[in-house]
């Protein structure tokens, strides 16, 4: 199956080691392509560095690219800011998206707490896996 990986850049290498493991579990995985210059920095930094790619890269419109052809999206909705679960703006758009192309899409944790969103989540019907990749079908 080909997954995109998605979630706050604040955890690329998370979502690089999910990658990983699901390339492992024979499936073809893959991040936006403007992953790279998050790996190893300040929080302080890498919202520096998604302001810089929302705005000069068109960061939304590079991964809406990538997830062409795509069967699902995995979504690592980790905690974040005191919230569980987090899931940010732009992962919702890109689960609108996964949703609209027709591709499943996979939630690591269980839907957060977030008002407004949670209704907007369960709408598109995600399977939520709760940390185990193998589920992924």
Excluded at 94 to 101: D, N, Q, T, W, Y
């Amino acid at each position: 199956m080909r997954i995109g990986v998605v979630g706050s850049m604040q955890y690329t290498e998370k979502m690089i080691e999910a990658r990983d493991e699901l390339v492992k579990y024979g499936h073809d995985a893959f991040l936006t392509n403007l992953a790279d210059p998050f790996i190893g920095k300040s929080d302080e930094e890498i919202e520096k560095i998604k302001l810089h790619q929302k705005y000069n890269l068109d960061a939304i419109k590079e991964f809406w690219k990538l997830m062409q052809g795509a069967d699902a999206i995995l979504v690592m909705n980790l905690d974040k800011n005191n919230i569980q679960y987090y899931i940010g703006g732009n992962t919702l758009m890109e689960i609108g998206f996964a949703h609209v192309l027709g591709q499943k899409i996979f939630l690591y944790n269980p839907i957060p707490e977030i008002p407004y969103y949670k209704s907007e989540i369960e709408a598109v019907k995600p399977v939520i896996i709760n940390g185990d990749l193998e589920k992924i079908k």
